[in-house]
């Protein structure tokens, strides 16, 4: 019973990594996204490269948190599978 009850926590702890990890990536893109509509508010028809810097620092972070999110799920998978 044991075994089964440690496959069990593990998988429920991969799959609530896998969650917040979408959630943080998705909440970063969305800030992105944001972040590009709130430099074309003006009408401009070119955005000034300070806002570019920001959305690509929110697209890099959400890259980043992806893979980071990856590594933290294998890293604890297998951890816990032994």
Known sequence: MDRFAANTFRTLGII????CVILASGFMLLLAF???GFANMGGHQQVSPADMALIWAFIIAAIAVLIGGDFL??????RLSA
């Open 16 to 19: 609530a990594v896998a969650i």
């Open 34 to 36: 944001c972040a590009a």
């Open 73 to 78: 799920n294998r890293k604890v998978g297998g």
